[in-house]
């Protein structure tokens, strides 16, 4: 009821404007349209020896990938919106915008709202450089939305439908509704050795290390860059 | 902006590690990499301007001449440079629009020098950027008629537009009445039953001559009341049915009901519908009376034909702090001058300003400079105000007349540039589905990525069409014999993956190279799972074959990710003489083939 008493005030108030408006006449037209967004948000990277010490990329692979970073972002930070459109870019089908949340939150490592390229490249550094430990603690991390240290079956369900989502819905075949949750259940029955209903890291380790397929679907992307 | 989008390919293919975890499938193998060389400057020499930049900038549009192997054919090698004998300012265009995937149009060059520019460079101008399309079009366009070519292309045709319900045709065919016959049928005739209905209102009033038996004259409406009776209800069962119709059309039936043209609608036909209600009623009737007179806004239903009508109104509706700026101005200065006009009348005897609301229609006459003279002062004083009012009025009036004017010829030269922009469309877009071609690398890769999400989920991408009649099949539960007849169509489906079918605001890519992917990745499977059969050109063995794959896959998703990994078999001889030689690099390689026991 308070929100439609709200609503109402606001625009009896914005009639009151009009009215007012209305009657003095005004001189610049379009005085409720410029709502520049004055992007004030600036970032330096920090030097590049710095970069070069921390990640496992070399001074031109870092001189290649700032150069397309900044040529996308001028301002040098993504922010989570800019992120989505450019990864739904890649996607045409589906709704990427899901997995790009949670791809944005793990990338954003200081979870200050913003990727800056220090965090960009840290987590490009891991996914294609890192040793398979690493790289397993990243998607580990991936999956964990709340950060702690566990696993649990929304979470995972929450992960599972924001692939699916990426699909769309003009697949073969047609994406049923309990598709994702058998997923899960799938991944639990895998990875859930003590039954205890929540996968920890030390769990998921463990059973990515035992399966062939996924350590060698992780030698994948090796010369991306 | 496809220049953009790659540059963060190999981000997104990094981040699929996150789905490795979870995949249903193993994941295809990655494409082979074409030996890249070093990245390295090209220097440019154009008549002597020097030009620097990356060589991978110039290769992002690998179909012009820049971009391809035909620049070699202008290389210098004393000097090792590139060089061309053109003309360097229209080249800095050129060049910029490689390294930013958008290209300009400077108003002060010529525009058959730019054209003959960019024609040797085999850039298309049809992916000139939005800021600069419409200058372009209409330097062409003056440049045209000068030569006086004939070079404009009839685009008659409408675009393509998807399957649309029957209630959405029908929305449109009220809105655009150009799009079908029945349209424009439907316009005119509503148009010349709104004339008919305001010319019988109008001559329903005009006096017809006296009936034998009255004294007075009788208007053209009390004496053939029957007739314009009967034309009254043809014209309004016409507006009713009309209306009738709109609102089941329309898409939002709430934002229709409040629209200003469905107002004006229900109160051109109430009055007819109150009307039949009420006629025993005497005392109510004269009431009913006066609601005839709403029957003339009738004539505002004309709007919806008139283009200029409603740029009219809707200039009026934009200048309203203007308009309103006016009227208040003039309301003070009405009171003003009529008070004085008042106390400095007072004195005379047989006033007519008797107060100050009767000194209103004087001040307002005298200031619009209408002066009809039924109401004068008398006293000198009356006379002195009397004309300084006048003077004013003038000057009143006139101050924001000419905002007005500019407000209304801004608005209609935007709705003649909204005109133009739309017959320019269906040509810029025809210009740019053949121009903007990404590299071929990238599309192998980011076929790649979406084959691994294809694995990950063990689903795959189809088209509207076949995911439509595979909805159906479902609902049928005939799965055997209609699963044939769909994939049957698949091969076409599972190409469009990456196409610009939705509405995304997407990068433009071919179909050709994905079909040829997929055909290869579908061979691929299919020799996989079958080793025994043997391996011919049709398209329906190979349809079986992927048949088979398919429940396999569906009903063994747990099996599957225990599968064991065979290293790699010696490639079968796959009927390349299917392929386009778009992507030889998928095929040849060294393929991890996968087996599912």
Redesign the interface.
């Known amino acids: 009821m308070s929100s439609c008493r709200k609503r109402c005030k606001r625009q009896i108030l914005k009639f009151a404007q009009y009215f007012f408006?209305?009657?003095?006449?005004?001189l610049n037209?379009d005085s409720v349209e410029d709502e520049l967004e004055l992007s004030a948000v600036r970032h330096r990277p920090e030097a590049l020896e710095l970069l070069e010490a921390q990640t496992r990329f070399s001074r031109k692979e870092l001189q290649?990938l700032y150069r397309?970073?900044k040529?996308?972002c001028p301002s040098g930070v993504v922010n989570e919106d800019t992120f989505k459109e450019?990864?739904?870019?890649?996607?045409?089908?589906g709704d990427a915008s899901t997995y790009a949340h949670f791809?944005f939150n793990?990338f954003d490592t200081d979870h200050n709202g913003s990727v800056s390229f220090e965090d960009?490249v840290m987590?490009?550094s891991i996914?294609?450089r890192g040793t398979v430990q690493e790289?397993?603690n990243?998607?580990f991390n991936?999956?964990d939305i709340n950060k702690d240290g566990y696993i649990t079956k929304e979470e995972?369900l929450d992960?599972?439908k924001s692939?699916?989502d990426?699909?769309?819905?003009?697949?073969?075949?047609?994406?049923k509704e309990e598709?994702p949750r058998?997923?899960v259940e799938?991944?639990f029955q895998?990875m859930d050795k003590n039954r205890d209903g929540v996968v920890t890291i030390d769990e998921?380790i463990d059973c990515?290390q035992n399966?062939?397929?996924?350590m060698?679907?992780?030698q994948?992307?090796e010369?991306?860059? | 902006m496809a220049?953009?989008?790659a540059?963060?390919?190999?981000?997104?293919?990094?981040?699929?590690?996150?789905?490795?975890?979870?995949?249903?499938a193993?994941?295809p193998?990655?494409p082979r990499?074409k030996r890249r060389g070093q990245?390295g400057l090209i220097i440019l020499n154009v008549s002597g301007t020097r030009f620097q930049t990356w060589r991978n900038t110039l290769e992002r549009y690998p179909d012009t001449l820049l971009g391809s192997t035909e620049r070699d054919f202008f290389f210098h090698e004393e000097t090792n440079e590139y060089f061309f004998d053109r003309d360097p300012d229209i080249f800095r265009h050129i060049l910029n629009f490689y390294r930013t995937g958008k290209l300009h149009y400077p108003r002060h060059e010529c525009i058959s020098a730019y054209d003959e520019e960019l024609a040797f460079f085999g850039i298309i101008p049809e992916i000139i950027g939005d800021c600069c399309y419409e200058e372009y079009k209409d330097r062409r366009r003056e440049n045209a008629e000068r030569i006086q070519d004939d070079e404009e292309n009839e685009n008659s045709k409408d675009m393509v537009l998807p399957e649309m319900s029957f209630r959405e045709t029908m929305w449109r065919a009220f809105e655009n009445p150009h799009t079908s016959t029945m349209a424009l049928v439907f316009y005119y005739v509503t148009g010349f039953f709104i004339a008919v209905s305001v010319m019988a209102n109008v001559v329903e009033t005009v006096p017809c001559g006296s009936g034998p038996n009255r004294a007075k004259e009788v208007s053209c409406g009390e004496r053939y009341a029957l007739a314009f009776f009967c034309l009254d209800t043809a014209c309004v069962m016409i507006f009713t049915v009309e209306y009738l119709l709109r609102l089941i059309a329309a898409p939002s039936r709430y934002k229709f009901v409040k629209s200003v043209m469905s107002i004006i609608d229900v109160v051109a036909i109430m009055p007819y519908y109150i009307g039949l209600v009420m006629t025993d009623n005497e005392d109510v009737s004269g009431a009913f009376v006066t609601l005839r007179v709403f029957r003339v806004f009738r004539i505002f239903k004309f709007s919806r034909h008139s283009a200029g009508l409603r740029i009219l109104g809707y200039t009026l509706k934009s200048c309203?702090?203007?308009l309103?700026?006016?009227l208040?101005?003039l309301t003070m200065a009405i009171i003003i001058f009529a008070t004085v006009m008042f106390y400095a009348e007072k004195g005379s005897s047989a006033s007519k300003f008797t107060s100050i609301p009767a000194a209103f229609w004087y001040t307002i006459v005298t200031m619009t400079t209408l002066g009809y003279g039924d109401m004068v002062p008398k006293t000198i004083i009356g006379k002195v105000f009397g004309s300084i009012c006048s003077l004013s009025g003038v000057l009143v009036i006139a101050l924001p007349v000419p905002v007005i004017v500019s407000n209304f010829s801004r608005i209609y030269h935007q709705s003649q540039r909204a005109e133009k922009r739309r017959a320019q469309k269906a040509s810029k877009q025809a210009g740019q589905a053949l121009v903007c071609k990404s590299n071929p690398t990238f599309e192998t890769q980011?076929h790649h990525?979406?084959h691994?999400?294809?694995k990950?989920?063990n689903?795959?991408?189809?088209?509207?069409q076949?995911?439509e009649t595979?909805?159906m099949e479902?609902s049928l539960s005939k799965p055997s014999m209609s699963r044939s007849s769909s994939l049957s169509s698949?091969p076409h489906?599972?190409s469009s993956?990456?196409?610009?079918?939705?509405k995304?605001?997407?990068?433009n890519v071919p179909n050709s190279n994905m079909v040829a992917g997929r055909r290869g990745s579908i061979q691929e499977l299919s020799t996989i799972q079958i080793r025994e059969r043997p391996m011919s050109n049709s398209r329906s063995s190979l349809n079986a074959k992927f048949e088979e794959t398919?429940p396999l896959n569906?009903e063994d998703?747990?099996y599957i990710?225990?599968?064991v990994?065979s290293m790699p078999t010696p490639p079968m001889t796959t009927p390349e003489g299917e392929n386009s030689a778009s992507s030889p690099d998928f095929l040849q390689s060294n393929i991890v083939r996968v087996s599912a026991l």
């Not at chain 2, 995304?504 to 990068?507: E, G, I, N, V, Y």
Request: glycine fraction near 6%; charged fraction near 15%; aromatic fraction near 14%.
């Open positions: 408006r209305f009657i003095t006449g005004t037209a290649i397309g970073f040529n996308e450019i990864y739904a870019q890649f996607f045409p089908q791809l793990a960009f987590g490009l996914l294609l790289k397993l990243w998607a991936l999956y995972m992960i599972i692939i699916y990426m699909m769309g819905k003009c697949t073969y075949p047609i994406l598709t058998q997923h799938i991944f895998k998921f990515c399966d062939e397929n996924i060698r679907s992780m994948l992307f010369n991306v860059i | 220049a953009g989008v540059a963060w390919l190999p981000f997104a293919r990094a981040a699929a590690i996150g789905w490795m975890p979870v995949a249903s193993p994941m193998p990655p990499e990245d309203a702090s203007e309103g700026f006016l208040f101005s980011h990525l979406l691994c999400l294809e990950t989920t689903h795959e991408f189809v088209d509207e076949t995911y595979s909805c479902v698949s489906g599972l993956c990456c196409t610009r079918r939705n995304r605001k997407s990068f398919v569906s998703q747990s990710t225990a599968a990994i």
